[in-house]
């Protein structure tokens, strides 16, 4: 029963879970619609369901929705929010020049080994007393994105770095909260009040800002005849190149959108999930010692770890994807409009309706996972342990919206974890309570609560 305004907020008191949805599916079945305030929204839940929205109906409902927050603030640029030929175009060139990237000498598992050895380094710094490892994981994850798109570094003590960290991560928190909703219920009037969306706004003018100045700086020192190093550098390359084609997306104005893009979407999903990692290395140390041991057979102490070596370690590749599945980092997957009419499930959905395929209902089917409300490894492995997945492991989304930087997280996620339980062994630090393993309310991304952890040199390690 939605209300004026409220739609049917009141439904989910008030308060958005990852599992809010779900808890609805059970009383109104796997296609129902929900309001948030006047806008109407079909969700649809369960594996099979989901899977009909994004492959078998792609190409109807692979436009996002422009809210009037998103067109106030990302003008149908970039990849994330834009829709139809332009983002079709942007995500094409995006795919095709990580790809480029990922070659090379100077190459994407190059980048993330090295970040991954300085993270190494600030753990040992701490010679095994208590810190919280938020900070550095953001730090170490933001400047993997920074050298793809820069080609460069920032030091931890930058402080125009960490203003941009700072600002990536209000605009995290700053979709889920009151203000946002009152923005997209009457942006007329919000546009002319203070208060966190003016904020919201300045933070994106700030990374805008700082995504500017470093074309600026490509576009001093960039020479004819050099080879393309970074984003930027293949960006600039393809703006020349379309430069007498009048129906080209590519401009400088749509490389700061697509800069923003690859830092919201490709720094606190990974660092958080990292974060989910070590809590988990914490408070199940059986599994800790597993991968260690997986290690030590697979590597000598001190060997560099390559992203190949994960076929020879299937229990910390099942365990990797087990905690991506168990602490899906997204409290909502994804938000698309039907571009045409459409079916799921037999309901026809028209065009221009929302719809809200829940990926974090897929991830917990129990249709399709022996215990999806418990963390196994084993639904990764089968009975002579050998890794495999499955199907319905869809954490980063399916379909032509899929999500561009997988290869990309994966690689960080293998790597990050891998490096640190050589060199470490994670520990609740003495006389503390066992951290909680509820995530925290109010963020986009779904966050461990703050812990504590000591990191310890392991002894072949030290
Ligand atoms: C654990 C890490 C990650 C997870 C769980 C994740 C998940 C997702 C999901 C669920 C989507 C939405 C897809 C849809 O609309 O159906 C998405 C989109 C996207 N992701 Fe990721 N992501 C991760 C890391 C990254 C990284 C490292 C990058 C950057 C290199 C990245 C860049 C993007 C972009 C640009 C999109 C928009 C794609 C489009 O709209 O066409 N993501 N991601």
């Not at 600030?122 to 050298?147: R, T």
């Not at 020192?221 to 430069?243: A, G, N, S, T």
């Not at 990692?277 to 597993?290: C, G, I, N, Y």
């Not at 089968?382 to 690689?411: H, V, W, Y």
Request: aromatic share 12%; glycine share 6%.
């Amino acid at each position: 029963m939605p209300f004026p305004i409220l739609g049917t907020l009141w439904c989910f008191g008030f308060c958005w879970q990852q599992n809010t949805l779900s808890k609805l599916s059970k009383v109104y079945g796997k296609v129902f619609t929900i309001w948030v305030g006047p806008m109407p929204i079909v969700v649809v839940n369960g594996f099979h369901a989901v899977k009909q929205v994004l492959i078998n109906q792609a190409e109807e409902t692979n436009w996002r929705v422009v809210t009037p927050f998103i067109r106030d603030s990302m003008k149908g640029k970039g990849i994330l929010f834009s829709s139809g030929p332009a983002w079709k175009e942007q995500r094409r060139f995006a795919m095709a020049t990580l790809r480029s990237l990922g070659l090379g000498r100077k190459s994407l598992e190059h980048r993330v080994q090295e970040e991954a050895g300085k993270l190494v380094e600030i753990f040992s710094s701490k010679e095994g007393k208590a810190f919280d490892p938020s900070l550095p994981l953001f730090h170490s994850i933001s400047n993997v994105i920074s050298s793809v798109v820069f080609g460069h570094y920032f030091s931890i003590h930058d402080e125009t770095f960490c203003k941009l960290i700072e600002c990536i991560e209000y605009m995290a928190q700053f979709f889920l909260s009151t203000f946002h909703l009152l923005y997209e219920l009457s942006p007329w009037l919000m546009r002319h009040l203070p208060g966190p969306h003016q904020k919201a706004f300045s933070c994106l003018e700030f990374i805008h800002l700082f995504g500017r100045n470093e074309i600026q700086k490509h576009l001093e020192k960039k020479k004819p005849e050099d080879e393309p190093q970074d984003f930027i550098d293949f960006y600039l390359d393809e703006i020349d190149r379309k430069k007498q084609d009048p129906t080209s997306t590519f401009d400088e104005d749509n490389l700061v959108y697509v800069i923003y893009d690859l830092f919201t979407a490709g720094t606190d999903t990974v660092a958080t999930t990292l974060r989910w990692a070590l809590l988990f290395m914490v408070v199940h140390p059986d599994v800790q010692e597993k991968i260690q041991e997986e290690i030590d057979t697979v590597l000598t102490p001190f060997q560099r770890i390559f992203y190949e070596d994960r076929k020879n370690m299937p229990y910390t590749n099942a365990v990797i994807h087990e905690i991506q599945r168990f602490k899906f980092v997204l409290l909502v997957g994804t938000f698309r409009l039907c571009a045409k009419d459409a079916a799921v499930l037999g309901f026809p959905i028209k065009k221009g309706t929302v719809i809200a395929p829940d990926i974090a209902s897929a991830l917990y089917d129990p249709e399709q996972w022996e215990t999806p409300h418990q963390f196994n490894p084993n639904h990764f492995l089968d009975k002579d342990g050998k890794f495999f997945t499955r199907d319905a492991f869809i954490p980063f989304s399916i379909g032509q919206r899929l999500c561009l930087g997988e290869n990309l997280a994966k690689m960080e996620l293998f790597l990050f974890l891998t490096n640190l339980l050589q060199a470490f062994t994670l520990q609740q630090p003495e006389g503390t309570k066992e951290p909680s393993t509820r995530p925290v309310q109010g963020r986009f991304a779904v966050q461990p609560s703050p812990y504590m952890i000591c990191a310890v040199p392991r002894k072949a390690a030290a």
